[in-house]
C-alpha cells in the first residue's frame, strides 16, 4: 500500500522560504517519480514540480521556476520541495503524488496549508 504524506506547511510572509517534505512509504523511490501540485478551494490544480528518480530529472512550471528547488533524500524516501522569495499567490494546499502527472488513479497524500501574507 502506497502512502505518501507532506508536511511543513505554514504561514509566511511574503519574500519567506518554506521546505515541504513529501515522505513516502510501501514502494522503492527508485523506480517512481514525485510531483507536487497545488489547489484551492474553487480552483484547478496546479502542476508545481517533479523529480524522477531514475534519472533524477526535474520539472518546474513557468510560475515557480528560479524560485523553487526539489529534491530526494532516498534513504529516508523523502522529496522536498524548497520554496523561496514566496509570494501571496503561492497560497494554497500542497499535495504530492507518486507520479509526475497527477492523475487520479496514483497515490496521493492528504495535502500542506501554505499561506504567504503579512
Known amino acids: 500500500q502506497v502512502k505518501l504524506v507532506e508536511s511543513g506547511g505554514g504561514l509566511v510572509q511574503p519574500g519567506g522560504s518554506l521546505r515541504l517534505s513529501c515522505a513516502a512509504s510501501?514502494?522503492?523511490?527508485?523506480?517512481?517519480?514525485i510531483g507536487w501540485f497545488r489547489q484551492a478551494p474553487g480552483k484547478e490544480r496546479e502542476g508545481v514540480s517533479c523529480?524522477?528518480?531514475?534519472?533524477?530529472?526535474?520539472y518546474f512550471s513557468d510560475s515557480v521556476k528560479g524560485r523553487f528547488t526539489i529534491s530526494r533524500d532516498s534513504a529516508k524516501n523523502t522529496v522536498y520541495l524548497q520554496m523561496n522569495s514566496l509570494k501571496p499567490e503561492a497560497t494554497d494546499i500542497y499535495y504530492c503524488?507518486?507520479?509526475?502527472?497527477?492523475?487520479?488513479?496514483?497515490?496521493w497524500g492528504q495535502g500542506t496549508q501554505v499561506t504567504v501574507s503579512p
Open positions: 523529480i524522477t528518480f531514475v534519472t533524477g530529472s526535474t
Open positions: 510501501g514502494f522503492g523511490m527508485d523506480y517512481y517519480a
Open positions: 503524488a507518486a507520479s509526475c502527472w497527477g492523475l487520479p488513479d496514483d497515490a
